[in-house]
């Protein structure tokens, strides 16, 4: 390849790294759900913060599941003694969106162009997802933990890109 070719190349590679991250995505697929899923044991949505509504929130005379706001707190203490597969620790009163790996696993990812959407698979899913719409997405802290995975790829196409 001439000079002139490289700088041809490197010019024109900024063009392609949308594809180039959405190839490495899509490659990191089960780490993306893997990711998601951890950070809804953990009880966090994607801003990081907590997902709402709280159980003690979430009452009949809001519109919401539980009959009383001792109902409620019961559930979240039951739910408290539960030991999840992912180890995670939440505030009690935090959905984590987990009973018996159910919803969880009827959770999936969809690329596009330019975005990422964490999407339901199954009815029942995405009736859970309409509830708690904002719980969905990587989180900052997320996303720090699939970069370097990412990254990885990435570069290799990079480089396969600009020699051949």
Do not use: C
């Not at 990422?116 to 997320?142: P, W």
Request: hydrophobic residues 35%; charged residues 25%.
């Amino acid at each position: 390849m001439t000079l002139d070719g490289l700088i041809d190349k490197m010019e024109s590679l900024q063009g392609q790294m949308n594809a180039f991250a959405r190839v490495s995505l899509e490659e990191r697929r089960d780490d993306v759900l893997t990711l998601q899923r951890e950070q809804l044991f953990s009880g966090t949505d994607r801003n990081g913060q907590d997902i709402r509504p709280y159980y003690s929130e979430d009452l009949k005379s809001r519109g919401g599941y539980f009959n009383t706001p001792q109902g409620a707190q019961r559930y979240a203490q039951w739910k408290a003694g539960l030991t999840y597969p992912s180890g995670a620790s939440r505030n009690a009163d935090a959905p984590n969106l987990y009973i018996n790996g159910r919803f969880h696993s009827e959770i999936g990812v969809e690329f596009s162009d330019d975005s990422m959407l964490i999407k339901g698979d199954t009815a029942y899913a995405v009736q859970i997802m309409g509830k708690y719409e904002a719980a969905f997405g990587l989180s900052e802290t997320s996303m720090e933990k699939l970069k370097p995975l990412l990254t990885e790829k990435i570069v290799e196409l990079m480089k396969s890109y600009i020699y051949g």
